[in-house]
């Protein structure tokens, strides 16, 4: 305490963060700035169910609750704001942030079409705010691990890559009516489009054939929510990859990469919560994670802890530490993945492939 109370002026000033939306997602964005992201400190909550709002707040000892997140704009102690409302919302509260001089981290998907973004990411960029996206998955050591290997070359030219997301269930019928139309790319494939564009950098994703169907709830095909899906995406370098997911994997939750490429090949991830194995009288089992907060858990704190680093640099004027911000997924990969979504979502409606459009290393259409 004592080294504490003499250094307490050399050190650096907690970097406040402001958290729109305290939903499922929002509570453990929460969580994560409380308790596991050091320098940062959750300030203030933000919900339009100002009882959602106030109970993540006094569970994580934050004073201030607001119904509006224009309170937390308005507030010149706050430096940045965590976005984790419904994703109609995205875009607008992007522009209003960055208008505001706060930082954005935001969840997937930026926005809900490509105008809604670029018009958002033009407010970033004229207020020159820091933004992040929230593809966890980059912070994830197994793929962090795949991603250096492509770096260096190990495997060669990419030829063929292959993400996957496969959860454990939507639960009853009368909650997956709740689920917007489209959420099985805006939302859950998403992750994978940009996984492949990260895996494969360099080249840009140019066409895409997507085929879906409602093959775990039959009854919701005709209110359009989908839960099982194949997309193939044709890539710039020649590259061909396949993306897919399911909503009802009822051994767990289970997330996986694989890249083949002229020299080999690398895979990341997997669907066992760890690598133990257990082999009995009954067979060969493991244990498997439920939620994605318990598989990437780890991620999800890094992608944070990224974010007020970032913030704490720009704030105080410092220079970020060697290495810092590689994995920081930022405009150009929001809009990459949009694309590919989007896409993906014309492509089901015509019946065949759709080219995507191309984006600038700026995160702007290209020409």
Same mark, same amino acid.
């Given at each position: 305490?004592?080294?504490? &109370?003499?250094?307490?002026?050399? *050190?650096?000033?907690? +970097?406040?963060?402001?958290?729109?939306?305290?939903?499922?997602?929002?509570?453990?964005?929460?969580?994560?700035?409380?308790?596991?992201?050091?320098?940062?400190?959750?300030?203030?909550?933000?919900?339009?169910? +100002?009882?959602?709002?106030?109970?993540?707040?006094?569970?994580?000892?934050?004073?201030?609750?607001?119904?509006?997140?224009?309170?937390?704009?308005?507030?010149?102690?706050?430096?940045?704001?965590?976005?984790?409302?419904?994703?109609?919302?995205?875009?607008?509260?992007?522009?209003?942030? =960055?208008?505001?001089?706060?930082?954005?981290?935001? $969840?997937?998907?930026?926005?809900?079409?490509? $105008?809604?973004?670029?018009?958002? *990411?033009?407010?970033? &960029?004229?207020?020159?705010?820091?933004?992040?996206?929230?593809?966890?998955?980059?912070?994830?050591?197994?793929?962090? =691990?795949?991603?250096?290997?492509?770096?260096?070359?190990?495997?060669?030219?990419?030829?063929?890559?292959?993400?996957?997301?496969?959860?454990?269930?939507?639960?009853?019928?009368?909650?997956?009516?709740?689920?917007?139309?489209?959420?099985?790319?805006?939302?859950? *494939?998403?992750?994978?489009?940009?996984?492949?564009?990260?895996?494969?950098?360099?080249?840009?994703?140019?066409?895409?054939?997507?085929?879906?169907?409602?093959?775990?709830?039959?009854?919701?095909?005709?209110?359009?929510?989908?839960?099982?899906?194949?997309?193939?995406?044709?890539?710039?370098?020649?590259?061909?990859?396949?993306?897919?997911?399911?909503?009802?994997?009822?051994?767990?939750?289970?997330?996986?990469?694989?890249?083949?490429?002229?020299?080999?090949?690398?895979?990341?991830?997997?669907?066992?919560?760890?690598?133990?194995?257990?082999?009995?009288? &009954?067979?060969?089992?493991?244990?498997?994670?439920?939620?994605?907060? &318990?598989?990437?858990?780890?991620?999800?704190?890094?992608?944070?802890?990224?974010?007020?680093?970032?913030?704490?640099?720009?704030?105080?004027?410092?220079?970020?530490?060697?290495?810092?911000?590689? *994995?920081?997924?930022?405009?150009?990969?929001?809009?990459?993945?949009?694309?590919?979504?989007?896409?993906?979502?014309?492509?089901?409606?015509?019946?065949?492939?759709?080219?995507?459009?191309?984006?600038?290393?700026?995160?702007?259409?290209?020409?």
């Amino acid at each position: 305490m004592a080294y504490i &109370e003499q250094h307490s002026s050399s *050190l650096p000033t907690p +970097v406040r963060l402001g958290l729109i939306g305290s939903g499922w997602m929002g509570a453990f964005h929460g969580e994560s700035i409380a308790r596991r992201v050091p320098g940062a400190v959750l300030a203030a909550v933000a919900d339009p169910n +100002v009882d959602s709002a106030a109970s993540v707040a006094s569970q994580l000892g934050t004073a201030k609750v607001t119904p509006d997140a224009a309170d937390i704009l308005a507030d010149p102690d706050i430096d940045a704001v965590i976005i984790a409302s419904p994703a109609r919302f995205h875009a607008s509260l992007i522009a209003q942030a =960055a208008a505001a001089g706060k930082h954005v981290f935001c $969840e997937k998907p930026a926005a809900q079409s490509l $105008e809604e973004l670029d018009a958002a *990411l033009l407010a970033v &960029e004229t207020a020159g705010v820091h933004f992040q996206i929230g593809f966890n998955r980059r912070y994830a050591t197994d793929f962090q =691990a795949a991603k250096k290997d492509l770096a260096e070359g190990i495997v060669g030219e990419p030829q063929l890559l292959r993400s996957l997301t496969r959860d454990p269930g939507t639960g009853s019928i009368g909650h997956a009516a709740r689920i917007p139309a489209w959420t099985i790319f805006l939302e859950t *494939l998403i992750h994978d489009f940009d996984t492949l564009n990260w895996f494969n950098e360099g080249a840009e994703p140019v066409e895409v054939y997507a085929v879906a169907d409602a093959l775990v709830e039959p009854s919701l095909r005709d209110q359009g929510f989908l839960d099982t899906a194949v997309v193939t995406i044709r890539y710039s370098n020649g590259a061909l990859a396949v993306a897919e997911a399911n909503f009802s994997a009822l051994y767990g939750y289970d997330v996986r990469g694989e890249v083949f490429g002229s020299k080999g090949m690398v895979q990341a991830g997997r669907p066992t919560e760890t690598a133990a194995l257990r082999y009995t009288a &009954e067979g060969l089992s493991a244990e498997t994670p439920r939620l994605n907060v &318990e598989l990437f858990r780890e991620a999800y704190t890094a992608e944070l802890v990224d974010f007020a680093a970032a913030v704490r640099a720009r704030r105080d004027g410092t220079q970020p530490p060697s290495g810092a911000f590689t *994995l920081t997924p930022g405009a150009a990969d929001a809009r990459r993945a949009l694309a590919v979504a989007l896409a993906c979502i014309e492509s089901v409606q015509q019946g065949g492939p759709v080219a995507v459009p191309a984006v600038s290393s700026n995160g702007k259409a290209g020409v």
